[in-house]
């Protein structure tokens, strides 16, 4: 099956500096790669995603960009908020399964 | 629209005793799912169902068995507690040719 990392696991930043988290998969066949954050105590939100024929996609403050060749994706924060503080996944999709990364905690110090 | 609910939200239970967990979506939603959540580990596929009458394993199915006999209604249930169990459990849906899976509020159960 699909394995993804992510990396890092914890990532502190001051608010306003960017903050990067990075993914690889396994299975070239993947073709979908959402990002999901997750407050303390809240379920799982989308927050961004992309597909495996588009390399780089934004929204506001959040990109993503994908590598197809290197089976790895990245996600950028811009100008960061303490209200960007949370847990954030990143997951592969072949078809209608998700395989999740472990998770990265970002903590925005003010 | 409520979207995805789950029931209950907490429980205590003592080993080797059984529970139902249920996740209801009103978004008529084909794909259902069960996942479990514990720190470090992201969220990992339990079961999952493509449709009504239809379920199918996991990554971790073993402890657990499911039903889907609506299509708006996916349960999880365990028929011998462990403690190795102790865990919080999200149901999630997504539509037929649409990626974007819709998780619940979460079921944070404890089994001592």
């Known amino acids: 099956g699909e394995n993804v990392e992510q990396h890092p696991s914890t990532l502190s930043v001051q608010e306003g500096d960017s903050a990067v988290i990075k993914c690889t998969y396994s299975?070239?066949?993947?073709?979908?790669f959402p990002w999901y954050k997750q407050e303390l105590g809240k379920r799982p939100q989308l927050i961004i995603d992309?597909?495996?024929?588009?390399g780089e996609k934004k929204d506001q403050r959040i990109a993503v960009t994908l590598n197809k060749t290197a089976k790895h994706f990245s996600l950028h924060i811009t100008e960061t908020q303490p209200e960007d503080s949370a847990v954030y996944f990143c997951?592969?999709?072949?078809?209608?399964?998700?395989?999740f990364g472990a998770g990265t905690t970002v903590t925005v110090r003010a | 629209n409520a979207g995805v609910t789950q029931t209950p939200k907490f429980r205590v239970l003592k080993t080797g005793q059984s529970m139902t967990l249920l996740c209801a979506q009103d978004?008529?939603?084909?794909?259902m799912y069960w996942y479990r959540q514990d720190p470090g580990m992201g969220l990992r596929l339990i079961h999952y169902?493509?449709?009504?009458?239809?379920?199918a394993k996991g990554e971790v199915p073993d402890g657990y068995n499911v039903s889907r006999l609506k299509k708006q209604n996916f349960l999880l249930g365990l028929e011998s507690a462990a403690p190795s169990q102790t865990s919080v459990y999200f149901c999630?849906?997504?539509?037929?040719?649409?990626?974007?899976?819709?998780f619940g509020p979460g079921t944070r159960l404890t089994v001592l």
């Open positions: 992309i597909r495996s024929n588009v």
């Open positions: 299975d070239s066949a993947s073709n979908y």
């Open positions: 997951a592969a999709s072949i078809g209608y399964k998700l395989s």
């Open positions: 978004m008529n939603h084909e794909y």
């Open positions: 169902s493509v449709g009504e009458g239809t379920t």
């Open positions: 999630a849906s997504q539509g037929q040719g649409s990626n974007e899976q819709f």
